[in-house]
């Protein structure tokens, strides 16, 4: 018996919640400050009557589970970058600045070494 044939006979006996095929608009309203109960009510407007504590219980359970969108620098949407003016640029930094970059993170660097890792002549876009 393979695969196929199993699937025709026997139905999964795991529990889905009423909840799972409105997890991307749920967690999308959460993420725009919408309160719970106003989530159940958008449920609710798409047929699926729950309590605002099933609507929290849903999303305690499945917020490590749904991946979020990197944070974002600026209003003009440029992902956050870290690293030296050199690494924004596009280019791969260099094994010093990666050493000072990581000196600095651990409180290492003194004035010199932060001037040499930020250019002046930084270009801003």
Do not use: C
């Not at 003194?110 to 930020?118: K, P, R």
Request: glycine fraction near 6%; avoid cysteine; proline fraction near 6%.
């Amino acid at each position: 018996m393979d695969i196929t044939e199993f699937e025709k006979t026997m139905r999964p006996n795991r529990k889905r919640s009423q909840l799972d095929p409105f997890t991307d608009p749920i967690f999308e309203l959460r993420d725009k400050g919408y309160a719970n109960w106003q989530i159940g009510e958008f449920l609710a407007h798409n047929g699926v009557h729950v309590s605002t504590e099933a609507v929290r219980q849903f999303i305690k359970s499945r917020e490590n589970k749904v991946t979020k969108p990197p944070k974002l620098a600026n209003a003009v949407n440029e992902p956050v970058t870290s690293g030296s003016a050199d690494f924004m640029s596009g280019d791969e930094p260099t094994k010093d600045v990666r050493k000072k970059a990581n000196r600095y993170i651990t409180g290492g660097l003194d004035e010199h070494d932060i001037d040499a890792l930020v250019s002046p002549n930084t270009n801003k876009k």
